[in-house]
């Protein structure tokens, strides 16, 4: 069965820290995607970053960075200079393959606070 | 941009009421989703459908229903509704040939 374990329940930071947000998964699959999802106080959750299985590249886009390690079945995310409209809550996911709809399982999310 | 509604931001029903809570994206998806989200539980996924009238229990289907007679809209029902079905809801749809899936704003339900 599939597993995404984010342990940080709650993060709080002063405004242009650095922060990193853990995930780790549990999978049999040898193809398989991963997402990190960031659902802000109104409530829908907004799509960030999806990599898959085969892809261990670092990515960056702006101020976010994500570091996929297949070796320890990570996939972290980073918020460089952290702003006060980052705080939300972030959830990682894990899809298994196509064919079934890919479904996703989620983590149980990290809140993040960013304060002044 | 693909938009996905949901009926009701927020909802309060008796204990043992029908509910029923409406989902429509407007991008011709054929998948589409339903969770409930648990403080300290993350999404859960109660159902979710591939195309019009085929559907799949998740994770936590007991005490839910859906139906999905048009492409577009995709309806969790509950049954006869409990306070432990307290939660926010949220509905979600993607194509098939692609894995990001787009959720709606959810909804609020309070069973008193």
């Known amino acids: 069965a599939q597993k995404v374990t984010q342990a940080q329940t709650e993060i709080s930071v002063v405004e242009k820290e650095d922060v990193t947000l853990d995930c780790v998964y549990e999978?049999?699959?040898?193809?398989?995607?991963l997402f990190w999802y960031k659902q802000p106080p109104s409530g829908e959750l907004v799509f960030l970053i999806r990599?898959?299985?085969?892809?261990?590249q670092n990515e960056i886009s702006g101020r976010y960075s994500w570091n996929f390690q297949k070796s320890t079945s990570s996939f972290n995310f980073t918020i460089t200079a952290s702003q006060v409209v980052d705080s939300a809550v972030y959830f990682c996911?894990?899809?298994?393959?196509?064919?079934?709809?890919?479904?996703?399982?989620f983590g149980t999310g990290t809140r993040l606070q960013v304060t002044l | 941009d693909v938009k996905v509604t949901q009926s009701s931001r927020y909802l309060v029903k008796r204990t043992g009421e029908k509910v029923f809570l409406e989902c429509v994206q407007d991008?011709?998806?054929?998948?589409m989703f339903w969770y409930r989200q648990d403080p300290g539980l993350g999404l859960r996924l109660i159902y979710f459908?591939?195309?019009?009238?085929?559907?799949e229990k998740g994770d936590i289907p007991e005490g839910y229903s859906v139906s999905r007679e048009k492409k577009e809209r995709f309806s969790l029902i509950l049954e006869s509704a409990s306070t432990n079905q307290t939660s926010m809801y949220l509905c979600?749809?993607?194509?098939?040939?692609?894995?990001?899936?787009?959720f709606g704003p959810g909804t609020r339900l309070t069973v008193t």
């Open positions: 979600a749809s993607k194509n098939p040939n692609s894995y990001e899936q787009y």
């Open positions: 999978t049999r699959d040898t193809t398989y995607y």
């Open positions: 990599r898959n299985s085969f892809d261990e």
């Open positions: 996911a894990l899809s298994e393959p196509t064919g079934t709809a890919s479904k996703l399982t």
């Open positions: 991008m011709d998806h054929e998948n």
């Open positions: 459908s591939y195309d019009v009238k085929m559907k």
